[in-house]
């Protein structure tokens, strides 16, 4: 007993020990791994192991034609499936040169934006839940179903749709999407208030989220931390304004940036950019033009042999789409550069020195979807 | 037991009528009523197929009314484990691991088209099991990709009709595993 005592505290400190978070861990928001080295309670290193759903869809996607690949690109990131598909059929139309009508463009636009906002209502709602709110998973999915009762209706599908498609969408609107979509954008302006007053005046959230993590300007260009994170640290990245696409360079929205770099500014710009996606829905869904759902396409598509790159603002950050064609109807590589995988690449870096409870918030404010990293 | 019998409720109490003593009956219906009106959820979700999942444990579907009641993060507190996405190959071990760790008796609702059969990449994917049936037995196989709330509230539906016809008597005939 004596010895017990006797023990020296301080050589419990300096030892070095490692602790396995995940594959299966309800913070990791999927099959991340991370060892993490301790001291104490201080995260001293940290190794993402990744591969835990590797499902080698840049491999099979030498197999497919290309609108096979945008079934592929919906299961890589699952909450952005509209603008992975997008982007996919971005670069076939570049590819091949083909004029798109109007109106698909403004519907693309208005897929895109509801996306975004269930994907960062879906985010929010899984961070309240990793700092312990129970509240907030309620609150965020309540809304999130009324976003996907509008897709169940137009699309088919709840949320992964494959609405995109070569040329234009699958299948034009439901004549009840305009009235849907307004009655959520009135519905969602009030309710977003109310996660407002949920966390982001909360004197315990404010306490562990702010000051925790910090990502300096320049280490988010180095790592390549692009979208919200990215923006978080004051690095202006989006690709809406940078390479705007369809209709973002007709309307009106303001990038929002935050200067602190810290996990609690991460938070506010993805808050932010809910009421900017709220804006550019607003501005557009009135005016719809009329005309066809879809361009002419070719029954096969075949793109010219040659490179092509691609690049959306997915609800992530910034997803690049390499694709080299040897004139076949199928991609001789294709290469996706998804924003998850960077930005988890920056977690060892902010986590170092802070506690083990703060990796929990810091890797719930990068938004890291598992399959996006693996692919 | 044929699945046309399987889905008729009137065959069902026949059958549980017809075998076994009257006591051991009234014990068999204690344990699984119980049973199969508090089955707890591991939180496991590999991909697309557990955001459906979250969805169903969520405002509009609640399945706590159906006695799902929390998602527990430990294996050895839950009773069963929704395989909710792709399994590769390099997580296969670690799913049998969880399914060891967790205590009798246990369930497994393969949740979408992934963990039926490998779902769309069946063909041309070197990383992915074909099945998660290869890996551990499987109680409910429930298609779809991903399958709708309503439709896992129906594979629960299903895995507390088939733990209704559990006897602790007869293991070996009602395919109890401990």
């Keep these: 007993m004596k010895e017990i005592i006797n023990l020296p505290v301080s050589k419990i400190d300096e030892e070095e020990y490692h602790i396995n978070m995940g594959p299966q861990h309800p913070s990791t928001h999927g099959v991340l791994r991370l060892v993490v080295s301790l001291q104490g309670e201080i995260v001293k290193n940290l190794k ?65 934006e509801l996306t975004r906002i269930q994907s960062h209502q879906l985010w929010w709602s899984s961070f309240g839940m990793d700092l312990g709110g129970l509240t907030c998973f309620f609150y965020g999915l309540r809304d999130r179903e009324m976003i996907l009762d509008i897709w169940e209706e137009t699309t088919g599908s709840r949320f992964l749709q494959s609405y995109n ?19 959520f954008l009135k519905t969602f302006k009030k309710k977003i208030k109310d996660y407002d007053r949920i966390l982001s005046g909360n004197v315990i959230f404010e306490n562990r989220s702010q000051g925790v993590g910090i990502l300096s300007k320049e280490d988010a260009i180095s790592y390549g931390v692009t979208g919200p994170s990215g923006r978080g640290s004051g690095w202006s990245c989006d690709v809406r304004k940078t390479e705007p696409y369809s209709m973002y360079s007709k309307v009106q929205f303001n990038e929002v940036l935050r200067y602190e770099c810290d996990t609690y500014s991460r938070y506010m710009v993805r808050m932010q950019e809910m009421h900017e996606s709220m804006n550019i829905i607003e501005q557009l869904i009135d005016n719809i ?19 092509y790159f691609q690049q959306v603002e997915s609800a992530r950050g910034e997803l690049g789409l390499y694709v080299v064609s040897d004139g076949n109807k199928t991609p001789y590589r294709m290469k996706f550069r998804t924003p998850s995988f960077s930005n988890l690449s920056v977690l060892d870096h902010i986590s170092r020195d802070m506690k083990i409870a703060d990796l929990v918030a810091i890797g719930a404010s990068l938004d890291l979807v598992i399959p996006d990293i693996d692919r | 037991m044929k699945e046309k019998d399987f889905r008729d409720n009137e065959t069902l109490e026949l059958f549980k009528k017809s075998g076994g003593n009257v006591l051991m009956t009234s014990i068999d219906a204690v344990i699984d009523w119980g049973r199969s009106n508090s089955i707890w959820p591991l939180t496991f979700a590999t991909s697309c197929c557990g955001i459906e999942m979250m969805a169903t444990g969520a405002s509009r579907h609640d399945f706590a009314r159906f006695g799902i009641e929390v998602y527990r993060a430990s294996p050895r507190q839950a009773d069963v484990i929704v395989v909710a996405g792709t399994i590769v190959n390099k997580m296969a071990p670690v799913l049998k691991r969880l399914y060891d760790q967790m205590s009798e008796p246990r369930y497994v609702i393969a949740m979408g088209a992934c963990a039926v059969s490998g779902g769309p990449f069946y063909y041309n994917s070197y990383h992915v099991v074909r099945g998660v049936d290869h890996v551990i037995p499987v109680d409910v196989y429930l298609p779809g990709c991903p399958p709708r709330p309503e439709a896992l509230l129906y594979g629960i539906m299903q895995l507390q009709r088939k733990i209704k016809l559990e006897s602790i008597t007869r293991p070996e005939q009602t395919g109890i595993r401990g």
Excluded: W
């Excluded at chain 1, 034609?65 to 509209?82: A, F, G, K, V």
């Excluded at chain 1, 879809?294 to 490179?307: D, H, T």
């Design chain 1, 289 to 307: 033009p009329a005309g066809d759902h879809s361009a002419k396409m070719k029954a096969v598509i075949k793109l010219p042999a040659g490179e």
């Design chain 1, 165 to 183: 498609c070569p040329g234009g969408v699958m299948q034009d609107i439901h004549p009840n999407f305009q009235k849907k979509v307004h009655a």
């Design chain 1, 48 to 112: 993402p192991h990744c591969g835990y759903i590797h499902r080698g869809i840049e491999k099979m996607c030498e197999k497919d034609t290309y609108p096979q690949i945008i079934h592929l690109t919906d299961r890589i990131d699952y909450l952005s499936s509209h603008i992975s598909n997008h982007a996919v059929c971005l670069l076939v139309e570049k590819a091949l040169e083909i004029e798109i009508p109007e109106r698909v463009q403004y519907i693309r636009t208005i897929m895109d």
